[in-house]
Structure formats: structure tokens, C-alpha cells
């Protein structure tokens, strides 16, 4: 259970032994076998569940799991973007469905590219950007923007929350 505490599971699940009590972060991809889901501690039947259902990502460092889990507070800003890139390209004149099944196929392929980094991280793909080309101007205006900047002060303001701690940007009610 994401966001629980072993201590708590220990509290709540009473005789069963601590090797046995698991924590997971599945997310609604799982449903479609797609998702990638955090466990901790490491253990394989979990593991193995996890692998079936997309992929698991096993930890048995509480701390790192902890900071992971912040990553997925980062779906709805995600779709927001989404949303927000259908909006520009309805307003643009194209219709909602042909917006939709266009940039839903898109972002799924990019997907797709962002799992074959493997433990890289994403800076490559960054990188392979036409040097003066389109994807490196909107980069660029984002950046000059500090959205990027921005976007690691919103996770570390998630990541207090998560922790429970206070963070002078947060905002939440």
C-alpha cells in the first residue's frame, strides 16, 4: 500500500511476519498490463505479480522508495499538459477527436522511447534534438520560462507534502 508506513502494515496486519509485509505503488496503467509499480521491500512473489501486471521496480530502500512515489504526483500534471496541447490544437481549427486519437498516439510512442533509455536517464533524448530545429526552440522557450526550473520546485514541494513536511511553496488545501 502506497503512502503507508511498514510500522503501520505491522500495526494493522498484526501476526503476520514482517518479511511478508509489502508495499506497492501500482498505478491505473496496471489495468492494462502497461504500468510500472515500485515495491518495497524487495520481495519476489510481489515482484513477480508486478511483472505481470507491466513492470516492478523493487526497492528495499525505504528513503529512495519515498522519493520515487513523489514522481507519480507528476500523472495529472502530465495530462494537464495533454489537455492543454489539445486545447491549442482544437483552437487551431482541428477537431476534438482527430486532436485526441493524434496526440494520444503520439505521446504513447514517445512512451515508448522514454522506457528504452534504460538506465541512461533521459538527458540523450534531450540532447538528440535538432540543434536550431523546432524541439529544440520549444525546449528552449520552456526553459527561458524556467517551466523546467519550476517543475523541480512543484516535485520538492510534492515530496514535502508526501513527507508530511512543510515547504514554502506548497499550496495545497
Known amino acids: 500500500m502506497a503512502g503507508i508506513t511498514v510500522e503501520s502494515l505491522k500495526a494493522w496486519c498484526g501476526p503476520v511476519p514482517e518479511?511478508?509485509?509489502?508495499?506497492?505503488l501500482p498505478l491505473p496503467p496496471v489495468a492494462r498490463h502497461a504500468g510500472t509499480t515500485l515495491v518495497l521491500p524487495s520481495h519476489e512473489p510481489t515482484i513477480a505479480l508486478f511483472?505481470?501486471?507491466?513492470?516492478?521496480?523493487?526497492?528495499?530502500?525505504?528513503?529512495?522508495?519515498?522519493?520515487?512515489?513523489v514522481v507519480t504526483c507528476t500523472m495529472g500534471v502530465h495530462f494537464k499538459m495533454l489537455d492543454s496541447?489539445?486545447?491549442?490544437?482544437?483552437?487551431?481549427?482541428?477537431?476534438?477527436?482527430?486532436?485526441s486519437v493524434y496526440i494520444g498516439g503520439l505521446y504513447h510512442g514517445l512512451a515508448l522511447d522514454a522506457v528504452g533509455v534504460g538506465e541512461n536517464g533521459f538527458s540523450?533524448?534531450?540532447?538528440?534534438?535538432?540543434?536550431?530545429?523546432?524541439?529544440?526552440?520549444?525546449?528552449?522557450?520552456l526553459n527561458d520560462c524556467n517551466v523546467f526550473h519550476?517543475?523541480?520546485?512543484?516535485?520538492?514541494?510534492?515530496?514535502?507534502?508526501?513527507?508530511?513536511r512543510e515547504h514554502k511553496r506548497a499550496r495545497h488545501k
Do not use: Y
Open 124 to 141: 540523450g533524448l534531450v540532447e538528440e534534438q535538432t540543434p536550431g530545429g523546432i524541439n529544440e526552440q520549444g525546449i528552449r522557450e
Open 19 to 24: 518479511a511478508q509485509l509489502v508495499r506497492a
Open 51 to 69: 511483472n505481470l501486471l507491466g513492470k516492478a521496480v523493487p526497492t528495499d530502500d525505504v528513503e529512495k522508495f519515498n522519493k520515487m512515489s
Open 150 to 164: 519550476e517543475l523541480k520546485n512543484t516535485m520538492d514541494s510534492l515530496c514535502a507534502r508526501f513527507e508530511g
Open 85 to 99: 496541447i489539445h486545447e491549442w490544437v482544437c483552437d487551431q481549427g482541428v477537431d476534438s477527436k482527430t486532436a
